[in-house]
């Protein structure tokens, strides 16, 4: 059986299942949070996580087989994804970042470390993960990283540094991508699980940011850092591969969780203009306002339908270079317009902490950046129109 959602998709009963999971936890324990844990700025909201891991929202995502809650197709994670995000885009990201950290985990990981990594995300109280790819000097290039893995014995021996690590503060595992063989760009590139109490690993102070502070992040200091052989990801030389097509499911939750964001802004703004009057009369009566939710409205339902449109050929096995960064890019700058939009329409009121509204565009200027700038999107995009 199968119910319509927005732009005449169909959802399965086991979908509209998840979304009312997502959409009725959203609303009654991630909103009520979101100003908070923006004020506490990097304070980890462990309340809201505990409540998430005890109705399967924090590993939803992960397979049957090691205890997840086996949704493994793009689209409904998506789904949910909106839904969490509708709630607050800080703590909806944070609440799902489990998937970012076994995607890789997933991709190049054998049946031994599947089991031993991932079954500890489904417990009743799930360890933070994170993951390690972004350096001080290489941020939208990847693939220049410089921080080093050497071979010695039956381990490695890890130097460099890592920064802007979303969950660094609190998490007990990384995923962390170094090179094997210096100079030869994405061909070393390899992936090794390391815990937090390794020697030699230093974890930075959290970083302050404009928003999204519910995700703390921070930089990593790998000092002579020893990771066993039976760590390591895949073979030397394969990270890179699961790196990409990590980048490619990410990319689109992201435009899944941009659509959260601008329904969000949507919806306040539509209630808010539906009470405050002007001139005698409620604003949303004035065209330049009903002109601008009109605008919102198409963009929140355009950034929906690109994402989905990803997710699918996702799942059908297709490549999705171009389709995933189509989905950020779009998602991500209409989420700043719709962020600016809200707080333009409110006003004075909108600038103040009084609404939620000035916070979400603070949130919404990072989805513009992460995983690769708006530029990048670009630049992937054009180049996939030359070949």
């Not at 980890?44 to 505990?50: A, G, I, K, N, R």
């Not at 039976?230 to 990409?244: N, P, Y």
């Not at 330049?288 to 919102?296: E, G, K, N, Q, W």
């Amino acid at each position: 059986m199968t119910r319509e959602v927005r732009g005449g998709l169909a959802m399965t009963e086991e979908q509209a299942a998840f979304v009312r999971l997502a959409r009725d936890f959203a609303a009654a324990e991630i909103r009520p949070r979101a100003r908070e844990v923006d004020e506490a700025d990097h304070a980890l909201p462990s309340q809201v996580l505990e409540k998430a891991a005890a109705v399967g929202l924090t590993s939803f995502m992960i397979p049957e087989e090691y205890g997840g809650g086996g949704v493994t197709d793009l689209v409904t994670q998506c789904l949910v994804q909106e839904e969490l995000c509708h709630g607050d885009v800080s703590i909806g990201n944070l609440t799902t970042s489990a998937g970012f950290f076994a995607a890789p985990v997933l991709e190049l990981g054998s049946e031994e470390q599947k089991r031993r990594f991932l079954a500890p995300l489904c417990s009743g109280l799930p360890p933070l993960t994170a993951l390690a790819v972004t350096e001080p000097g290489a941020g939208s290039d990847a693939a220049s990283l410089t921080t080093r893995a050497v071979r010695d014995g039956d381990s490695y021996v890890l130097n460099g540094q890592k920064a802007w690590i979303s969950n660094g503060p609190y998490a007990d595992l990384f995923v962390i991508f170094a090179t094997v063989a210096p100079g030869t760009r994405s061909k070393g590139i390899t992936a090794f699980v390391v815990p937090r109490g390794a020697r030699g690993l230093t974890v930075g102070r959290p970083m302050l940011k404009m928003g999204q502070r519910g995700i703390a992040c921070a930089e990593l200091f790998l000092e002579d850092v020893r990771v066993p052989v039976a760590d390591r990801l895949g073979e030397e030389g394969q990270g890179f591969r699961g790196l990409m097509r990590t980048f490619d499911a990410s990319r689109i939750l992201i435009g899944a969780a941009c659509t959260g964001l601008s329904r969000a802004a949507l919806d306040a703004t539509l209630a808010y203009a539906r009470e405050r009057e002007q001139f005698g009369v409620k604003i949303i009566e004035h065209q330049a306002v009903a002109f601008r939710l009109a605008d919102m409205a198409a963009k929140v339902d355009v950034s929906h339908l690109v994402t989905m449109r990803a997710a699918r050929l996702f799942d059908a096995g297709e490549s999705v270079t171009q389709e995933s960064a189509v989905a950020k890019l779009t998602a991500s700058e209409h989420a700043m317009w719709c962020t600016w939009a809200a707080v333009q329409t409110h006003g004075g009121w909108g600038y103040s902490r009084e609404y939620l509204v000035e916070k979400w565009m603070r949130d919404a200027k990072l989805e513009e950046i992460e995983e690769g700038t708006s530029d990048i999107q670009r630049l992937i995009i054009s180049r996939s129109l030359q070949s």
